[in-house]
């Protein structure tokens, strides 16, 4: 499989089905970049470590890094998504099938939106990728159970070790910084948490930006007529292009995400923000090397629920953790039946 830049446009335009798969996997991580990436610098800006449009150009900078060099060292998320589900060995059909799955995702966004229900672009993927193979094979064959319980996996970790590794980092600091002088441990935790936010920025990238990687690759794929892309290397240009669209998205700003994660769910003081990016951003990265591909979003607000923990458990929103249930309720059966109908219709008529 030829898998150069030229040779990529040359079949973008010569395939509207792979052109279509192009702009809307590149309009959610656009939009992932605006909505999503911003939940990396929340506690950041909140507790007056940083501006606002300091912060968010930096995050822009460094989830272009955290896609750009994370898949160059370990791509294993990439792979999860492209290997988790089958879409047959008709790459027409697969190909639709896929525009489908993330024409899905605008579709369920946009209404849960409407009616107020909280959503989860890495979520949504799955889903949709899911609800388009099922449909494909008009049965669960299409599902790499193996791959796809990696999904599962991603949503305990997202939560319990989110919480565990924010409530004993920041007692740990509790603990050692008990008998210091608070004006002198705020100005190391404000430039610690700037660190802080950075790599939770750039883990972002990591995990959001292969979720996509893996999504666009699957769909050259098909334009090529490979069933599968098991054995094939990402391209640096595909690396390139997706880490630029996030890091655009991500310079657009994000401010009522911000307030809404690093204000409405915990009153934090710089130390806690620290501790909390701290171990958001661990929890990424050891979700990262595992191929398993977890939601972000989540992750971090597990994280500030087990900082808010370490000082009382009425200190937590949990106003928060009933949109996170939410979501995880909705968002797979309801991103999934969308998928699985466009893709039933899609294949009828085109």
């Keep these: 499989?030829?898998?150069?830049?030229?040779?990529?446009?040359?079949?973008?335009?010569?395939?509207?089905?792979?052109?279509i798969t192009v702009l809307l996997t590149l309009g959610v991580i656009f939009v992932n970049g605006w909505t999503d990436a911003p939940n990396a610098i929340a506690t950041c800006i909140t507790t007056r470590c940083i501006g606002?449009?300091?912060?968010?150009l930096g995050s822009a900078v460094f989830n272009f890094l955290g896609v750009l060099i994370m898949t160059q060292i370990n791509?294993?998320?990439a792979s999860t998504i492209s290997n988790m589900v089958d879409f047959g060995g008709n790459t027409h059909e697969a190909l639709i099938a896929l525009c489908?799955?993330?024409?899905?995702?605008?579709?369920?966004?946009?209404?849960?939106?409407?009616?107020?229900?909280?959503?989860?672009?890495?979520?949504?993927?799955?889903?949709?990728?899911?609800?388009?193979?099922?449909?494909?094979?008009?049965?669960?064959?299409?599902?790499?159970?193996?791959?796809?319980?990696k999904v599962l996996y991603g949503l305990v970790l997202s939560l319990l070790l989110g919480f565990a590794s924010g409530w004993?980092?920041?007692k740990l600091l509790t603990i050692l910084c008990s008998s210091l002088d608070r004006r002198k441990t705020n100005g190391f935790f404000r430039w610690a948490q700037i660190f802080g936010a950075a790599a939770m920025s750039f883990m972002h990238g990591a995990q959001d930006g292969q979720k996509f990687i893996g999504?666009?690759?699957?769909g050259i794929a098909f334009s090529n007529g490979q069933s599968n892309v098991l054995?094939?290397?990402?391209?640096?240009?595909?690396?390139?292009?997706?880490?630029?669209?996030?890091?655009?998205?991500?310079?657009?700003?994000?401010?009522?995400?911000?307030?809404?994660?690093?204000?409405?769910?915990?009153?934090?003081?710089?130390?806690?923000?620290?501790?909390?990016?701290?171990?958001?951003?661990?929890?990424?990265?050891?979700?990262?090397?595992?191929?398993?591909?977890v939601s972000t979003t989540h992750t971090k607000t597990s994280a500030?629920?087990?900082?808010?923990?370490?000082?009382?458990?009425?200190?937590?929103?949990?106003g928060v953790v009933k949109d996170m249930m939410l979501t995880w309720i909705f968002t797979f059966p309801g991103c999934g039946l969308i998928s699985f109908v466009m893709a039933k219709l899609f294949m009828i008529f085109f």
């Design 215 to 218: 999504v666009l690759f699957l």
């Design 168 to 170: 004993i980092i920041c």
């Design 52 to 56: 606002a449009r300091a912060a968010i």
């Design 1 to 19: 499989m030829d898998v150069s830049f030229s040779a990529f446009i040359q079949t973008v335009f010569s395939s509207p089905s792979l052109l």
């Design 75 to 77: 791509s294993s998320v």
């Design 304 to 318: 500030i629920m087990g900082v808010g923990a370490v000082r009382r458990l009425s200190a937590i929103n949990f």
């Design 231 to 293: 054995g094939a290397t990402i391209p640096i240009w595909l690396m390139i292009l997706c880490s630029t669209v996030m890091g655009l998205g991500t310079s657009v700003g994000g401010e009522k995400i911000i307030k809404s994660v690093g204000m409405d769910m915990v009153k934090l003081e710089k130390y806690q923000g620290f501790a909390a990016d701290l171990s958001a951003a661990a929890c990424l990265l050891i979700s990262s090397l595992g191929g398993i591909p």
């Design 100 to 149: 489908a799955a993330l024409f899905s995702i605008v579709v369920y966004s946009v209404g849960a939106s409407f009616f107020g229900i909280p959503t989860s672009e890495s979520h949504s993927l799955i889903a949709g990728l899911t609800g388009a193979a099922i449909a494909i094979h008009s049965g669960l064959e299409g599902v790499n159970m193996d791959e796809w319980v």
